[in-house]
Structure formats: structure tokens, C-alpha cells
């Protein structure tokens, strides 16, 4: 739709400036009507959802109200343009308002209007909450002033009035840079069908996080510097194993104090609508990248944690130590059932790597109920969102790691309906005890 408002922009400015080059006049009331026509014009398309009214069209609205504003003063006080007309002149406003344009789409054209797969589950109401919880145990180590963590959860649940039921508990985590609507369409999805999903931002270890009071809480540099050290390859494995230790603690710590804050919660009989629905005996969890291993980890230590997806990742929660110059691999057979989906990405270093010393690989192979998912023609971005909010986002963040491939052939709207179809259906069969799980190796 951006391109389409640029595009729609230049036209008028190409027959605007030829009609006054023929005129040989600025004709600055026609200029005025063609302000005030294109700003209805944008209230009508915005009325009737052609426009998805959003963060997206803010500043342009914007821009056009204000020249629709100062073309009707000008028509009103019936101003006339006294100033000769100059071909150059011209041609350098028509530039600078096509400038103007794009700088004011430029919200739309980075994060374009798109639409959402569609729910497949009884439930098209799906309802949201936000809240943000204060861990009195644990020291932020990001916390400039050495504050105790707080962390910012929201949860998807479905519309349910009569609340007869009680839905399983999926909590999700994200990726690093990543944030707690990544996977948006996943959520809903598994809330349309019977769940209750939290998503938790990891304050510092997200792009950025807004609390429940609305305080905003930006990542981390440190936290920055170390990562793109670690995807450009500036440390040793050694020192690569320490760091990715210390981000999955803080991950760990995170997620370990929010699920034990929703079971208090529950087993309180808290009178919050979320917690009535959820059934705190059926938890489930999602990670994508670094979120990935965290939740693959608590799938090891934590006994009430009945099944994990794991989205694009080698599971470095999994390594145990650095002895004699190697890591040490976790050997014992991993405990719960696990789905594991991987891209072109992992594929690439997979097929080059010895199988026994990757965690995703071995637990693949000794593990009863353990799944492998590949997805040609994806990057590690295409199990998120951001394909659909933001193509130009993927593709120069899949270009930033330089182990990714940069650019995704599959169908977006394909990988991701997929993906969240086998999601639900690995959660059915290992929350809710329906049918059973039985994906193909690759799509």
C-alpha cells in the first residue's frame, strides 16, 4: 500500500507540473484543491479499511492535514500568487513534496499493511493482557542501578464468558533483538483453539520492552556488542560458551519466575479472567533462537513443563561445560517430547557438522519423542512474524548474521500457517491427549 501512495503521489506531481509547464503558471488554487482532494480522499479510504488506520499512516495523515489546512486558508483569504512563474522552481517543489511523501510513508513502507492468517480454532475472540512482574530474588545484572527484575509479560486467551473450560499453558521466548508480539500470529492461533499463551519480553535482551505502566526499556549495548562478537565469530569457542551461558541464566531465571508466578497465580484462585482459564497441570513452551534454548533447557529441569517447540536453533542450553578444550554435551535421553523446526540455516551447518556433537541432532536421534521439521527455502526469520510485519527487516537482518542465507524463497504466508499448524497439532497430541503427531521431515 506505501508503494502504492508514493507511486500515486509522483503521478500527480508528474501531471501537475507538466499541466503548469504548459500553463506557464504556478496555478496554486488547483494546488490547493488537489491538498484538500487528496487528504478527503485518504479520510474516505481510511473509513472504509482500504487504509488500516495504524502507527503506519500517523505521520502522513498528518502531513496531509496540514496541507489541506493551509489550502483552505489560502482558498478562504483567496490568495493570489503574484510570483512568476520558473520551470526550476517548479520542478524542485514537485521533488520536495515526493520527498515529503516518502519520508511520511516510510512508517508503512518499513512495516507495510498486511494481513494476519486466518484462526482456524471455534474461538474468533481472542482477548489480551499485559503485566509486568517484579522478581524481589533476582538483581538485574543489565540494571544500571542494580535494580531487582522486572519482567513484562502479555497473554492471548480466548473469549470465554462462561469460562466452563480450562485451556493448556504455552509460554513463549523469543529470540535476541526479538520482542513479545514476534510470533503474534502463532498465539492467536493456539488461542482460537483452546489455549492460553504468554509471551515474555526479556528486558535487555529485546529490541525493547514497554512495562505495564509504560515505561520503555531499550536493549542492552553490552548485550548488543556480545552478540554480534559472537555471530561474526570475534571469540573463542571457550569464551562463546561462557557468554552464551550467562545470556541463557538471565533467559532461565526469566522464564523459570513467570511460570512459577502464573501457577501462584492459579493455585491462589487469582479473580484475573487469564489465570481462571488456564489449567496449570498442561504447560507447554515455544522458543525461537536463543528462546529456544532456554525453553528446551527448562524442558530438562522442570518436571511440570509437558512438551517444547523449538524454533530455528542448535539448543545451547544442552552444552554442560569446557573441558580439555571441548564442550561437554548433554548425553542423557531428553525427558519430555520436543519439536524441533530448523531452516536453511541450520540445514547448512547441520550438513557439515558431526551429527553427535550437535544437541538438536542427538537428542533427535535418542530421544522417544523427539521431531525434526525442515523447511526449505526459509532463513531464521521465517518462523517469526517479521516476514509478514516487515520484509525489508528480514531480509537486513538475515544479511546482518553472515551464517544466514539472506533471503527466503518460500512463501511466507505457506511457512508460517504451516508452522503454526504442526504447533497446534504437536500441542494437541502432548497437552491435550488428541490424536496423533506425525509430521512429514520436510515441507
Not at 520558473?86 to 510513508?105: T, W
Not at 486467551?157 to 520482542?179: I, K, R
Not at 570475534?234 to 526469566?254: C, Q, S
Not at 536421534?365 to 528480514?394: C, Q, R, W
Request: hydrophobic fraction near 40%; charge should be neutral; glycine fraction near 6%.
Amino acid at each position: 500500500m506505501g508503494i502504492i501512495v508514493v507511486s500515486i503521489a509522483a503521478v500527480i506531481e508528474i501531471v501537475f507540473g507538466i499541466y503548469c509547464f504548459k500553463t506557464k503558471s504556478n496555478q496554486k488554487k488547483i494546488r490547493s484543491l488537489i491538498h484538500i482532494s487528496v487528504f478527503i480522499a485518504f479520510v474516505v479510504f481510511t473509513f472504509l479499511s482500504v487504509i488500516q488506520w495504524s502507527f503506519r499512516w500517523m505521520l502522513l495523515g498528518g502531513v496531509l492535514l496540514i496541507f489541506a489546512i493551509t489550502s483552505v486558508i489560502s482558498l478562504i483569504l483567496k490568495r493570489e500568487d503574484k510570483k512568476k512563474y520558473k520551470i526550476r522552481k517548479m520542478v524542485g517543489k514537485s521533488i520536495a513534496m515526493c520527498i515529503v511523501v516518502v519520508l511520511a510513508v516510510s512508517p508503512e513502507l518499513i512495516f507495510p499493511q498486511h494481513k494476519m492468517p486466518e484462526l482456524t480454532g471455534k474461538y474468533k475472540e481472542i482477548k489480551t493482557a499485559t503485566y509486568t512482574f517484579k522478581d524481589n530474588n533476582r538483581i538485574d545484572i543489565y540494571s544500571p542501578k542494580g535494580e531487582n527484575r522486572e519482567v513484562t509479560v502479555e497473554f492471548w486467551y480466548p473469549e470465554d464468558d462462561e469460562v466452563t473450560s480450562h485451556y493448556p499453558l504455552v509460554v513463549f521466548s523469543h529470540g535476541a533483538y526479538g520482542m513479545k508480539t514476534s510470533n503474534m500470529s502463532t498465539f492467536r492461533e493456539l488461542a482460537s483453539n483452546g489455549y492460553v499463551v504468554c509471551s515474555i519480553d526479556h528486558p535487555y535482551q529485546c529490541l525493547f520492552t514497554r512495562d505495564a505502566d509504560g515505561k520503555i526499556t531499550t536493549i542492552d549495548k553490552s548485550f548488543m556488542d556480545e552478540l554480534n562478537g559472537a555471530n561474526n565469530g570475534a571469540y573463542d569457542e571457550e569464551t562463546e560458551y561462557n557468554l552464551e551461558r550467562k545470556w541463557l541464566n538471565v533467559r532461565t531465571g526469566d522464564m523459570n519466575f513467570i511460570l512459577d508466578t502464573i501457577i501462584k497465580n492459579v493455585k491462589e484462585g487469582n479473580t484475573e479472567k487469564v489465570y481462571s482459564l488456564i489449567d496449570a497441570g498442561k504447560i507447554g513452551l515455544i522458543g525461537h533462537s536463543l528462546g529456544a534454548s532456554a525453553s528446551a533447557q527448562l524442558g530438562r529441569e522442570r518436571s511440570d513443563v509437558r512438551a517444547v517447540v523449538n524454533l530455528d536453533d542448535d539448543l545451547k542450553g544442552e552444552y554442560t561445560g569446557f573441558n580439555n578444550g571441548k564442550l561437554q554435551i548433554n548425553h542423557n535421553i531428553y525427558p519430555v517430547p520436543i519439536l524441533s523446526i530448523y531452516s536453511d540455516d541450520l540445514k547448512r551447518i547441520y550438513e557439515k557438522t558431526d551429527p553427535s556433537i550437535i544437541p538438536q541432532r542427538l537428542i533427535s536421534t535418542t530421544a522417544p519423542k523427539s521431531f525434526e521439521v525442515y523447511f526449505a527455502g526459509t532463513n531464521h526469520m521465517s518462523f517469526t512474524d517479521l516476514p509478514l510485519s516487515s520484509p525489508i527487516l528480514t531480509s537486513l537482518l538475515s544479511d546482518t548474521a553472515k551464517s544466514k542465507i539472506g533471503t527466503q524463497k518460500a512463501d511466507k504466508y505457506y511457512v508460517i500457517e504451516k508452522m503454526n499448524n504442526l504447533i497446534l497439532q504437536f500441542f494437541n497430541c502432548y497437552l491435550k491427549n488428541e490424536g496423533d503427531f506425525l509430521p512429514e521431515d520436510e515441507y
